[in-house]
């Protein structure tokens, strides 16, 4: 039943999910009409005029050019950490240890989930990965495969990530974001929650377990990779070291002793109390983290140039989703929404319709830093009116954030390029974690 369910999810969304940049020009049109009619409906003049300037003013909301390079730095670091010699014996491994197509289904998604709670970036790249390193090897294996199927769950790491070490509003607090609301609230208050290690928790176990029984049980639905399009691991020229600058370049050293400076730099900054574990600083752990497991100086760089190619789709529609944000903040949408959902609720059922709310604008708004500056005030002061403890307004809206990723293809186009796929051959598999997730973590708000 749950694969019936879900190939007739992936045979619609073949149909009707276009392109993720397509997606997002009709999103940016969506919206802008939607703001018109709620202006409209209010009586406001000068609407055109608004919403070009929403529009055009959208990209700088809370220091969008900035936070649009910190995404994709955590991108990049996260590739680079991925490529590394260490992670690569990894995956080689792992991708040998399945024996049919559900194993392989569960262990890509469990392997994601685990490494996006990490760093998101290094979820996203890992997973894709070994999906592709067992679609590479599964016709000399012997082995039948679902291809797309992996594909989604390499994405489902997508799911769970702002439960993790990377995940943008909690990261935004620590650093004294909504310090006004919250006041000093430190990332393990956040994180190593009784709350957010069962709800984080509980996806990262219900996952794999969805990915196995999605998978076909008759051979003919299975769909192997196209050969053409899977290479090998990426493998580094070995340059001749023949000069001391050639050394410095090729040599493990260097980077393993910056590696290991910088990290001890940063962990003595966070312990001594003079720097805070926000988005920066996590940031820095992870790029001289990646330049420890890299080694070579060269090759990190390489790693870097080479996650840069998968950041260049993301580049070009980040200006798009931050100018529909500062439409949707201009006409009111996004204070409407929470404001509403606000108003239907009780301490006990808020902490839902927050997750519902962030959910519905991750939809328009793939962002999660982006639309937390946004949603920020309205959720913790309806909040607080309500009682109800912010940490659980904050975890709630990092959850649904994280679910509708699930049915927004913006943040696979990464992975799309490493597997050779296009969002519609994934997006109706991953609705399926989308459908869990709309079960299990209001669930676990509840009970928590």
């Avoid at 994709?72 to 024996?99: D, K, N, W």
């Avoid at 639905?221 to 990426?234: F, Q, T």
């Avoid at 720097?275 to 920066?280: G, V």
Wanted: aromatic residues 8%.
């Amino acid at each position: 039943m749950v694969a019936r369910l879900g190939n007739a999810l992936n045979r619609f969304s073949a149909r009707w999910v276009p392109d993720p940049f397509v997606l997002a020009i009709l999103l940016t049109a969506l919206v802008l009409c939607a703001g018109a009619g709620r202006m409209m409906g209010l009586g406001e003049s000068g609407i055109a005029e608004s919403l070009a300037l929403g529009w055009m003013d959208g990209f700088a909301l809370s220091g969008g050019l900035a936070f649009a390079l910190q995404m994709c730095f955590v991108l990049v670091t996260g590739h680079a950490m991925a490529l590394s010699p260490p992670v690569q014996r990894a995956i080689v491994r792992i991708a040998r240890v399945p024996q049919n197509a559900a194993s392989a289904s569960a262990m890509v998604a469990l392997v994601a989930c685990l490494s996006a709670l990490l760093h998101w970036g290094l979820g996203a790249i890992a997973g894709a990965l070994l999906a592709r390193e067992i679609g590479r090897h599964a016709p000399a294996r012997g082995l039948e495969i679902h291809y797309p199927l992996l594909g989604a769950a390499a994405y489902a790491g997508m799911a769970v990530w702002h439960g993790g070490l990377s995940g943008s509003a909690p990261l935004k607090v620590a650093g004294g974001d909504g310090a006004q609301w919250v006041g000093e609230v430190s990332l393990s208050e956040l994180l190593l929650s009784p709350a957010n290690l069962v709800v984080t928790s509980s996806p990262v176990v219900f996952i794999p377990l969805l990915f196995w029984a999605l998978t076909p049980k008759q051979p003919s639905a299975m769909v192997s990779a196209d050969p053409a399009r899977l290479g090998p691991l990426p493998e580094y020229e070995v340059a001749t070291v023949d000069s001391p600058v050639a050394w410095l370049q090729e040599s493990h050293w260097p980077g393993r002793f910056i590696g290991v400076l910088g990290i001890g730099m940063v962990g003595v900054a966070i312990f001594s109390g003079a720097r805070k574990l926000e988005i920066n600083s996590v940031n820095m752990l992870f790029f001289f983290a990646g330049l420890l497991l890299q080694g070579s100086l060269r090759r990190y760089t390489e790693a870097v140039t080479d996650g840069a190619r998968g950041a260049g789709a993301i580049i070009l529609q980040f200006p798009l989703y931050f100018g529909i944000l500062g439409v949707m903040k201009i006409s009111g949408m996004i204070g409407w929404l929470s404001e509403s959902m606000a108003s239907w609720s009780t301490p006990s059922s808020f902490p839902i319709l927050s997750f519902l709310s962030a959910g519905v604008t991750n939809l328009f708004v793939p962002s999660g830093g982006g639309q937390w500056g946004v949603q920020r005030d309205i959720l913790l002061s309806s909040g607080q009116s309500l009682g109800v403890d912010p940490t659980s307004t904050i975890m709630a809206f990092s959850y649904g954030d994280a679910w509708t990723n699930m049915l927004q293809p913006f943040w696979a186009l990464p992975l799309l390029g490493i597997m050779g796929l296009k969002a519609k051959d994934i997006i109706g598999y991953t609705a399926m974690v989308f459908l869990l997730m709309l079960v299990v973590v209001p669930i676990g708000l509840l009970l928590t």
